[in-house]
């Protein structure tokens, strides 16, 4: 079997669209050890990734350094390439399928969610907005073009977004599937959070739709009032430049920090999360699993995660005074962490490629 992956668009330091390139090899690596009749042509970037007796990587460094290069490879000169390499399954791993693509197993994996969600809309207008507008509305029309003509089977990682696609009529419900993230290390979290309810952290990038500038003005009424408290932000010093954010006197921005701390952190302090737009967001699900205690805006992506959880509030997002009394709640000792055991499903959900390869053993 020979499976060909395209993820040309991911290259080190893009963040998460490089985490979804090496989550997936990491899964290839891992499956070639029990399995030696599968093949795989990776077409990248670079040469970002290792070689092996079974992997093959192509490299196409001028179709990332151009969005017109891009668009040409997918609509136009990419399906030759891929026909003539022979294979028997395709997936493109940068939210795009290849048009004209001769094979009959064809998957995309859509991570992008600005042109689906309802939460937030961007401005052409603001500088800060204008990439993440193209994002929602052109790049979104593409993306939509080549899932609806394509015949593709789409991946993604919640219910919500499934839900999204449906309504915009871009696939049936069989071609889509709900494959939540299954990388998270559970063995790594301590199921008994000892935390302590006059600290804060919001592990979060510099995206204005992350929406540090209401959790900002939460904390400096809560100074106001008198409250001594402390809230870790995972932001850089750059990043509240770009924002044009004044940091209030207990906000301690840490700068990106591993994982490892990140898990750490859950169990000292209470997640605070007034993100208003995430593809799955991850840091709700790490929360849970570690029986942390979870401030979350009321968005659809944290109602879906936190489910049934009961160690959470949830708040209006856009809503300085609703998150204010949710913190205040906890400043003033007024909630309750429960002990939950085996509060998700900790068993390993099926990897993206034992869903591609049950679906070919299936026909």
Not at 92 to 105: A, E, F, K, R
Not at 328 to 345: M, P, R, T
Request: charged share 20%; proline share 4%.
């Amino acid at each position: 079997m020979k499976i060909i992956v395209n993820d040309i668009v991911a290259v080190p330091n893009s963040g998460g669209v490089f985490s979804v390139l090496t989550d997936f090899y990491k899964e290839v690596i891992e499956y070639n050890q029990v399995h030696h009749n599968v093949d795989w042509i990776f077409l990248l970037a670079g040469n970002y990734i290792e070689e092996t007796s079974q992997i093959k990587v192509m490299t196409f460094p001028e179709i990332k350094n151009s969005w017109l290069k891009r668009l040409e490879f997918e609509f136009f000169t990419g399906r030759k390439l891929i026909n003539e390499l022979h294979a028997d399954v395709y997936i493109s791993l940068q939210n795009t399928m290849t048009m004209g693509v001769d094979i009959g197993q064809k998957w995309t994996y859509l991570h992008q969610p600005l042109p689906y969600q309802n939460e937030i809309s961007f401005s052409v207008f603001k500088k800060l907005e204008r990439k993440m507008w193209i994002y929602q509305h052109l790049v979104g029309a593409i993306i939509n073009f080549t899932l609806k003509h394509s015949s593709t089977k789409i991946v993604v990682q919640t219910q919500w977004m499934k839900t999204a696609l449906l309504n915009k009529k871009i696939a049936n419900r069989n071609r889509i599937i709900v494959l939540p993230p299954n990388n998270i290390d559970v063995k790594s979290i301590v199921n008994v959070s000892k935390v302590d309810t006059s600290s804060f952290f919001y592990p979060a990038t510099g995206m204005p739709y992350k929406n540090h500038q209401v959790l900002f003005e939460a904390v400096r009424q809560l100074e106001h009032l008198g409250f001594k408290f402390s809230v870790l932000c995972t932001l850089t010093d750059r990043d509240i430049s770009a924002l044009k954010l004044d940091v209030p006197n207990s906000v301690k921005l840490i700068g990106m920090v591993p994982r490892e701390t990140v898990l750490d952190e859950y169990q000292k302090r209470i997640l605070v999360f007034p993100s208003l737009l995430e593809t799955f967001g991850l840091p709700l699900l790490e929360a849970r699993l570690s029986n942390a205690y979870v401030l979350a805006g009321n968005t659809s992506f944290g109602r879906e995660i936190l489910d049934g959880y009961p160690n959470v509030d949830f708040f209006e997002p856009r809503s300085v005074r609703d998150l204010v009394l949710k913190m205040k709640s906890c400043l003033e000792n007024d909630i309750q962490i429960k002990a939950v055991e085996n509060n998700v499903n900790k068993k390993k959900s099926k990897s993206l490629i034992d869903v591609m390869v049950g679906a070919i053993d299936e026909k």
